[in-house]
């Protein structure tokens, strides 16, 4: 039996960190927990994950931030994001005008839809 | 006595020209004297000139016929048709061949027309004036250097402009002139130039002014002054903010809703899923999720409803410490279930103030929530502590909300108050300390923020035991 996959959740809301990290627990996956950009990174480099799912508008270190981060250190870049955010769209709008930056795997707009998202994350985890 | 050449050029000189003798009589006048005053023969000048029996008392043919030197003065004379007309009067003597004063020719020039101009000048001249300091909107007229050269009284009232000061002194409190500067401008080119300047008045209030500077030409063309005028904007473009802020609001609102719906979602789930599964710590977390995200959605919906409608404080004598003590009671619980150590140093024997209860209890309970959740986002301390302090005074009371949070870095500190201006990026509206402020003011009040990031924040709301009687407008509670 191959081991759970692992799965950040960054969310400045504790509400939200519970929800998701119940959600995707109930569906056997391994969850680990950020509050900002600058906790993530920490969780980040001390073990292996499969995705993360992102909230963009956080204290300290921002979402965006973090995803550049992520995505031009050649360590991180392939681990799958989604961006779990209620202003998804803009942000979606900002990634696509800066061409250096690649698309997030995934996008996801609050409130959740929960087979919108363990579609997706079925999907990125495979 | 004038013999011919100059006997033609007595006569057709264009003022009156008489010859006086000792007795002051008129022993000769010229052809526009005649015409005028009428016949002369036998009768004395005071007679004539003044209509008086007596001479005059400051008579200048009489100081000529005493020094032998030329005299002069202004008067006002009735001719013969009894219009009232101003001469410039001059007396200088004649002699015989001995030497010795016989005669004084009096010569008087009509000044009536230039009189009236200078009075009509000097009437237009305090119309300008008046229109200069009367107009609504600020007028400076400035010289090359920027030196204000005049200013209406409305730019003295407000900005204490006084000629000989520099412009971006007195407007801008800079020692530099603008860049760009449309004064400097207008003296370049000649043209009128437009911009919209922030300046500070007297009493250090920030005034929005759209300004025109136009050239000023001396005679032979040239600009020597650039008169510049200013018109107060800032009605307009608080107006104008707060059309902006509608949009900031709905876009907020909307993020902040988002939020709490994705919240609630998860409050849900965690009960459906405790209930299915049988798991009791799940349901009884996910219905605090529940309850928690509802107290939220109160409360953002409270907030929308101040900011939409204002109405005066209901002012009644409440016991200060009962309200403190009521906010206690309700936020020790919830402080609890966050794992806040809270506190309440009340002074029982604080008296009573005039306030409205309703409104301050809002605005304590908004502070205290402010603080919970500055500790709830600090994940750098393990403990968090909230405390609510209320201290008495002869004139004023104070409550005080002290946390050891996440803190304010100075922007944050200075926007608080901002309508629309949350730190708590998608999960504040923007108008819970914008509120609270509002009622602090209504009551004659305010609120003092002491902050620094990382450390906590303390908000001190200073409340007079009585109000102004004429306070503002105060938001519906």
Same mark, same amino acid.
């Given at each position: 039996?191959?081991?759970?996959?692992?799965?950040?959740?960054?969310?400045?809301?504790?509400?939200?960190?519970?929800?998701?990290?119940?959600?995707?627990?109930?569906?056997?996956?391994?969850?680990?927990?950020?509050?900002?950009?600058?906790?993530?990174?920490?969780?980040?480099?001390?073990?292996?994950?499969?995705?993360?799912?992102?909230?963009?508008?956080?204290?300290?270190?921002?979402?965006?931030?973090?995803?550049?981060?992520?995505?031009?250190?050649?360590?991180?870049?392939?681990?799958?994001?989604?961006?779990?955010?209620?202003?998804?769209?803009?942000?979606?709008?900002?990634?696509?005008?800066?061409?250096?930056?690649?698309?997030?795997?995934?996008?996801?707009?609050?409130?959740?839809?929960?087979?919108?998202?363990?579609?997706?994350?079925?999907?990125?985890?495979? | 006595?004038?013999?011919?050449?100059?006997?033609?050029?007595?006569?057709?000189?264009?003022?009156?020209?008489? @010859?006086?003798?000792?007795?002051?009589?008129?022993?000769?006048?010229?052809?526009?004297?005649? *015409?005028?005053?009428?016949?002369?023969?036998?009768?004395?000048?005071? =007679?004539?000139?003044?209509?008086?029996?007596?001479?005059?008392?400051?008579?200048?043919?009489?100081?000529?016929?005493?020094?032998?030197?030329?005299?002069?003065?202004?008067?006002?004379?009735?001719?013969?048709?009894?219009?009232?007309?101003?001469?410039?009067?001059?007396?200088?003597?004649?002699?015989?061949?001995?030497?010795? @004063?016989?005669?004084?020719?009096?010569?008087?020039?009509?000044?009536?027309?230039?009189?009236?101009?200078?009075?009509?000048?000097?009437? *237009?001249?305090?119309?300008?004036?008046?229109?200069?300091?009367?107009?609504?909107?600020?007028?400076?007229?400035?010289?090359?250097?920027?030196?204000?050269?005049?200013?209406?009284?409305?730019?003295?009232?407000?900005?204490?402009?006084?000629?000989?000061?520099?412009?971006?002194?007195?407007?801008?409190?800079?020692?530099?002139?603008?860049?760009?500067?449309?004064?400097?401008?207008?003296?370049?080119?000649?043209?009128?130039?437009?911009?919209?300047?922030?300046?500070?008045? =007297?009493?250090?209030?920030?005034?929005?002014?759209?300004?025109?500077?136009?050239?000023?030409?001396?005679?032979?063309?040239?600009?020597?002054?650039? @008169?510049?005028?200013?018109?107060?904007?800032?009605?307009?473009?608080?107006?104008?903010?707060?059309?902006?802020?509608?949009?900031?609001?709905?876009?907020?609102?909307?993020? &902040?809703?988002?939020?709490?719906?994705?919240?609630?979602?998860?409050?849900?789930?965690?009960?459906?899923?405790?209930?299915?599964?049988?798991? *009791?710590?799940?349901?009884e977390?996910?219905?605090k999720?529940?309850e928690r995200?509802?107290?939220?959605?109160?409360?953002?919906?409270?907030?929308?409803?101040?900011?939409?409608?204002?109405?005066?404080?209901?002012?009644?004598?409440?016991?200060?410490?009962?309200?403190?003590?009521?906010?206690c009671e309700v936020v020790r619980v919830k402080a609890a279930e966050m794992g806040i150590s809270f506190g309440c140093?009340?002074?029982?024997?604080?008296?009573?103030?005039?306030?409205?209860?309703?409104?301050?209890?809002?605005?304590?309970?908004?502070?205290v929530e402010?603080a919970m959740?500055?500790c709830r986002?600090?994940?750098?301390?393990?403990n968090h502590v909230v405390r609510i302090?209320?201290?008495?005074?002869?004139?004023?009371?104070?409550?005080?909300?002290?946390?050891?949070?996440?803190?304010?870095?100075?922007?944050?500190?200075?926007?608080?108050?901002?309508?629309?201006?949350?730190?708590?990026?998608?999960?504040?509206? &923007?108008? &819970?300390?914008?509120?609270?402020?509002?009622?602090?003011?209504?009551?004659? &009040?305010?609120?003092?923020?002491?902050?620094?990031?990382?450390?906590?924040?303390?908000?001190?709301?200073?409340?007079?035991?009585?109000?102004?009687?004429?306070?503002?407008?105060?938001?519906?509670?």
């Open positions: 039996m191959s081991s759970p996959k692992r799965i950040l959740i960054v969310d400045d809301e504790q509400d939200i960190l519970t929800y998701l990290s119940t959600l995707l627990g109930d569906q056997g996956y391994e969850t680990v927990q950020a509050k900002d950009g600058e906790e993530a990174m920490q969780k980040v480099q001390a073990g292996p994950l499969d995705l993360i799912t992102l909230d963009i508008s956080m204290p300290e270190k921002s979402g965006i931030k973090f995803f550049r981060e992520m995505k031009t250190d050649d360590r991180w870049k392939n681990i799958p994001i989604i961006v779990v955010t209620g202003v998804s769209e803009d942000f979606k709008k900002f990634i696509s005008s800066r061409h250096q930056v690649p698309a997030p795997e995934g996008f996801i707009s609050k409130p959740i839809n929960q087979e919108e998202i363990l579609d997706l994350v079925r999907m990125l985890t495979q | 006595m004038i013999d011919n050449p100059y006997k033609n050029y007595f006569e057709m000189m264009p003022a009156y020209l008489t @010859i006086l003798d000792r007795d002051l009589r008129i022993v000769e006048a010229n052809r526009r004297f005649c *015409r005028d005053f009428g016949d002369f023969k036998g009768r004395y000048c005071f =007679q004539i000139y003044q209509q008086r029996s007596e001479r005059c008392e400051h008579c200048p043919a009489e100081l000529t016929f005493r020094d032998g030197k030329r005299h002069g003065n202004e008067e006002k004379f009735i001719n013969q048709l009894g219009n009232e007309i101003s001469l410039v009067v001059y007396t200088t003597p004649i002699t015989n061949e001995a030497g010795e @004063i016989t005669h004084v020719m009096k010569m008087a020039t009509d000044i009536t027309e230039v009189i009236l101009l200078q009075s009509q000048m000097r009437e *237009r001249r305090e119309r300008y004036r008046k229109l200069f300091e009367e107009v609504p909107c600020y007028i400076s007229i400035q010289d090359s250097d920027l030196r204000i050269v005049d200013a209406n009284r409305r730019i003295r009232e407000d900005f204490g402009a006084l000629p000989g000061e520099k412009c971006h002194q007195t407007y801008m409190h800079q020692a530099e002139a603008c860049v760009p500067c449309i004064v400097k401008q207008t003296f370049g080119d000649g043209q009128v130039h437009q911009s919209e300047k922030v300046m500070t008045s =007297q009493k250090g209030e920030q005034v929005n002014l759209l300004v025109y500077t136009a050239p000023v030409h001396n005679a032979e063309g040239q600009i020597n002054y650039v @008169i510049e005028m200013s018109t107060n904007i800032t009605e307009i473009r608080q107006l104008q903010s707060q059309l902006t802020s509608l949009g900031l609001i709905i876009s907020s609102i909307s993020h &902040g809703i988002k939020g709490l719906l994705t919240s609630l979602d998860g409050g849900v789930y965690l009960v459906n899923t405790g209930l299915a599964k049988n798991d *009791r710590q799940r349901f977390q996910g219905w999720m529940v995200n509802i107290t939220r959605v109160r409360r953002m919906v409270l907030d929308l409803l101040y900011y939409a409608k204002d109405r005066a404080p209901e002012l009644e004598s409440i016991p200060a410490r009962a309200v403190a003590d009521e906010v140093e009340v002074d029982r024997n604080i008296g009573d103030i005039d306030a409205d209860l309703k409104a301050i209890r809002s605005l304590l309970i908004n502070l402010n959740d500055a986002v600090d994940t750098k301390k393990e302090k209320l201290r008495g005074y002869p004139e004023y009371i104070e409550y005080e909300v002290e946390d050891n949070g996440i803190g304010m870095d100075q922007e944050i500190r200075e926007r608080a108050f901002s309508l629309f201006f949350s730190s708590k990026r998608g999960n504040g509206t &923007g108008l &819970g300390l914008f509120i609270s402020n509002k009622i602090a003011q209504a009551h004659g &009040g305010e609120i003092k923020i002491e902050s620094e990031l990382n450390k906590g924040t303390r908000m001190i709301l200073k409340l007079p035991r009585k109000p102004p009687t004429s306070g503002t407008e105060a938001p519906n509670v």
